[in-house]
């Protein structure tokens, strides 16, 4: 069974390092999420993980194949098989390009890596509830929490192995928020995919994910369930998180 791998992954800009040797192992079926202050290096390390930035130190693979600059043979499978989602929708596909044409290059993608949907880009587009009029559209006329969606959409479209998520529905209100990711969570438990996201919004974390890390001073301080980990912080960059959240989350939680 393949899994995404990260080995010793050390990170930085400049001479400051925000990641100092983290692992990460995620498997199929697995839902992680990954928690921490703003600023600890959450977002960089999705990046890593996804392949679309190199560490200073350690190594990211995908069923034993490197995600950051892949071999040509391998760069289509891995573009379907592991998916990244960012906060701003943005790299998701060509702000030029038509949502349909966006679509249609995502199916495509499936299909070459043996993946394919059977969906075709008005069925892509209902997972995530986009009306079809969108279809004419440009990506970068789209508003954020359309290029949210879209960003999904297409990430789905590939029935990806991961899916590594980085604050995917900010820009969405908190109603349909925890609605899409209600069918978020059903296709990824159909399809067994592995599931990584990096949020502060500890309502979808619970939702999403069955256990959590929580990154700070360059590595991963703690883990467990989420309930667990806000009940009984151990770190002081969790306790300092835990204190920030707002005394209704806390109660939920």
Not at 49 to 55: M, T
Not at 83 to 94: E, I, P, S
Not at 175 to 199: F, I, M, N, P
Request: glycine fraction near 10%; hydrophobic fraction near 45%.
């Amino acid at each position: 069974m393949a899994q995404l791998q990260a080995r010793g992954i050390w990170a930085g800009f400049g001479s400051t390092e925000v990641l100092t040797g983290v692992d990460v192992t995620l498997g199929a079926g697995d839902a992680v999420g990954l928690i921490g202050r703003s600023g600890v290096g959450k977002s960089t390390l999705v990046e890593i993980l996804a392949g679309a930035a190199a560490p200073t130190r350690g190594s990211v693979t995908f069923d034993g194949r490197r995600l950051f600059k892949p071999a040509r043979r391998d760069k289509k499978v891995l573009h379907a098989r592991v998916r990244v989602v960012h906060q701003n929708g943005h790299g998701a596909a060509d702000p030029l390009a038509t949502v349909e044409k966006a679509l249609k290059s995502a199916l495509d993608d499936a299909r070459a890596a043996g993946r394919s949907t059977g969906l075709d880009v008005a069925a892509a587009l209902a997972d995530m509830e986009l009306p079809t009029h969108v279809l004419g559209r440009r990506v970068g006329t789209l508003s954020g929490g359309e290029r949210q969606r879209l960003a999904l959409s297409l990430a789905l479209a590939t029935r990806p192995e991961m899916l590594l998520l980085d604050e995917p529905l900010t820009a969405i209100d908190q109603t349909t928020r925890y609605r899409l990711a209600g069918v978020l969570a059903d296709r990824l438990a159909t399809d067994g995919a592995g599931l990584l996201l990096a949020s502060h919004d500890v309502r979808l974390v619970e939702q999403l994910t069955r256990t959590v890390h929580v990154l700070a001073e360059g590595r991963l301080v703690e883990h467990g369930p989420l309930r667990d980990v806000l009940a009984n912080p151990q770190h002081p960059d969790t306790r300092e998180f835990v204190a920030a959240l707002p005394e209704a989350t806390l109660r939920w939680s």
